[in-house]
């Protein structure tokens, strides 16, 4: 029982069955717009499950980007969507802006996209629901400007390569408090991350 997607229907749906969010893991959808469906084909477009995602502030279900997110980006290359940072499918260039292939919306600031993107969405009747949610959001301390969170060209030391190396160094180091070697340093050590140097 499909609502009119106006936000204004009380009871739209009736509950079927419920189970759980894993069991929806590689089933295939058919995406809104069809922007990237051709360049990224079988690989894009399917149910990914992850930890980060919960129902305590949601529906537990999200849509992911991998070039606007670090669990996004960190999903879609463990699940084969993306190949490695050079294959990010990104369509929003350093003004914030819509580039190609969002063919309908090329030129538009992201941020005032939002109600033409629901209008296109209306038109065609895929709108179950629209609401306006109150959430936090980054904003520029500098400028007051929202902050978009998105993969850019950068040069990083890769750390990872060499953890054990710096794990195995610190072994035959002498710290002076002594739990400073075997818990902090050590853990920091062993959960340290490629490091990026050109910020």
């Known amino acids: ?27 295939r959808y058919e995406p809104l717009f069809p922007y990237y469906k ?30 606007f997110g670090e669990d996004d980006y960190r999903v879609s290359l463990a699940n084969g969507i993306i190949k490695d940072e050079a294959s990010l499918p990104c369509a929003v260039d350093s003004a914030g802006k819509f580039t190609e292939p969002i063919a309908d919306f090329v030129g538009m600031y992201v941020k005032d996209a939002d109600k033409a993107i629901i209008k296109a969405l209306k038109e065609r009747d895929v709108v179950v629901k629209s609401e ?50 075997e818990r902090r340093f050590h853990n920091w050590l062993e959960n340290a991350r490629d490091s990026c140097i050109s910020r």
Do not use: M
């Not at 009119?4 to 419920?18: F, H, R």
């Not at 149910?47 to 305590?56: E, G, H, L, R």
């Not at 890769?158 to 953890?163: A, L």
């Open 1 to 27: 029982n499909k609502g009119d997607g106006d936000g204004d229907d009380t009871e739209p749906y009736k509950l079927k069955s419920k189970f759980a969010g894993s069991t929806l893991k590689n089933l």
């Open 38 to 67: 051709d360049e990224l084909g079988d690989r894009a477009f399917r149910v990914c499950c992850d930890t980060y995602v919960t129902a305590d502030s949601g529906t537990g279900v999200v849509h992911s980007a991998p070039a």
């Open 132 to 181: 306006q949610y109150k959430h936090s959001y980054p904003f520029c301390w500098r400028t007051d400007t929202p902050l978009i969170y998105k993969a850019v060209p950068s040069w990083f030391v890769r750390v990872t390569d060499v953890r054990e190396r710096l794990c195995k160094h610190n072994e035959g180091t002498h710290w002076v408090p002594t739990f400073i070697k």
